[in-house]
């Protein structure tokens, strides 16, 4: 049987990050993944340029059951330190939009990193390796894997969430933490697009394809980003944002022109020009394709001239104070995180350790914290697994 001082299962942001600090402080470590590659998170992230983390990022942009149990990781590593890492290996990188940054290059620029840091402090890596079972013992754990077993004094858990199964995401982690007593908050697909019912859709199915910057809101959030329309709902940076707050049930609003004083704009085109028809009018403003939808949804024919000011209203409050509630997500399939997941009441904020068992480890999405759309969560993933690093 292989003897190792921690073994992490899960060769993703935060398990690799955490090999390389606990390699650091001189302890045999081996991280093992069922993949056939290491970060393939990292891989397909931010269209291949991989937006590896945010200069804004703070407590207040993550979501999770105890929301100030991120604050102790997020300071002892923060932006700051893995940008610094990142330019130490001479990746050179852009600010996007939002404090987004990505690498000039690919993505894989990002995963080298942290293969040639493991390397460097001696951190081994096995993949193609399938976790079979796991056995507490008085000294550590025996974990069965496919190609043997491996005797550890410290297990840490970094196999992610469930979203992107076509990628071999599983629920590992949480039967990991069922196993050995550790609470787990229920979980769902966040960062996902919104799907609505046939009736809603219908007459949007037009616009697939067609993006708008909007303000979407839902209950006490709001975002401001881009919105697409979608052959299923909508979707883009304000929805997938809006979709980790969002319930069943819920209703999101939508403003499509944020910050423009729609009903005067109208009035002023119907002074101009009282011929033109509302939609017309309403393209100077909107994808032509939405204007149309628009006027046809509220029924609203004829020219400009012949408007009234409560049916300018009307439309004002189409373009932006539309209601609508979705009828689901499109699920794990294309959710970029999963919401939910270990019970942080049962984890050491300071070492990510389990509380009762402090050989057992929990970080990055496997744990109920969730970062926004825009880099946050491989924050996550750099802090926690930095953390653990220093303990395990």
Request: proline share 4%; glycine share 10%; net charge neutral.
């Amino acid at each position: 049987m292989d003897s190792v001082d921690v073994l992490i299962i899960g060769a993703g942001a935060a398990g690799m990050m955490c090999a390389i600090e606990a390699a650091r402080r001189g302890r045999r470590v081996l991280v093992i993944d069922h993949a056939r590659s290491a970060g393939e998170k990292i891989r397909i992230s931010g269209g291949g340029r991989c937006n590896f983390t945010n200069i804004h990022a703070a407590p207040k942009n993550f979501l999770s059951q105890n929301p100030h149990f991120c604050i102790s990781a997020l300071k002892r590593y923060s932006q700051h330190d893995f940008i610094a890492l990142v330019k130490s290996h001479g990746i050179s990188f852009h600010e996007k939009t939002l404090g987004q940054l990505f690498c000039d290059g690919s993505a894989t620029q990002i995963i080298q990193l942290l293969l040639d840091e493991m390397k460097r402090h001696g951190a081994a890596l096995r993949l193609n390796t399938r976790v079979e079972k796991i056995d507490k013992t008085a000294d550590g754990f025996d974990v069965a894997l496919e190609t043997g077993s491996v005797r550890c004094a410290s297990l840490v858990v970094a196999c992610g969430g469930k979203s992107i199964p076509k990628m071999g995401a599983t629920g590992l982690g949480y039967d990991i933490a069922a196993q050995f007593g550790v609470r787990l908050v229920e979980t769902r697909p966040a960062l996902v697009p919104l799907t609505f019912e046939p009736n809603t859709l219908e007459p949007l199915k037009p616009l697939s394809g067609i993006a708008v910057d909007a303000v979407v809101s839902c209950r006490k959030t709001q975002f401001e980003e881009a919105m697409l329309f979608t052959h299923r709902g909508i979707s883009g940076p304000s929805i997938l944002q809006i979709s980790s707050y969002w319930r069943e049930g819920d209703e999101i609003g939508i403003a499509m022109l944020p910050g423009a004083d729609l009903f005067a704009a109208l009035r002023s085109a119907r002074a101009e020009n009282g011929k033109q028809a509302l939609q017309t009018a309403l393209a100077a403003l909107l994808p032509k394709k939405l204007a149309q939808m628009i006027a046809e949804q509220l029924g609203i024919s004829g020219n400009m001239a012949d408007l009234p000011d409560r049916e300018l209203r009307r439309v004002e409050a189409a373009v932006n104070d539309w209601r609508v509630k979705p009828a689901g997500s499109e699920g794990y399939r294309t959710a970029e995180v999963t919401l939910g997941g270990v019970d942080t009441r049962d984890l050491d904020s300071k070492t990510m350790a389990v509380k009762a068992m402090p050989d057992l480890y929990f970080i990055g999405e496997v744990v109920d914290v969730t970062g926004w759309l825009g880099g946050y969560n491989f924050q996550w993933a750099w802090s926690s697994g930095w953390c653990a690093g220093q303990s395990a």
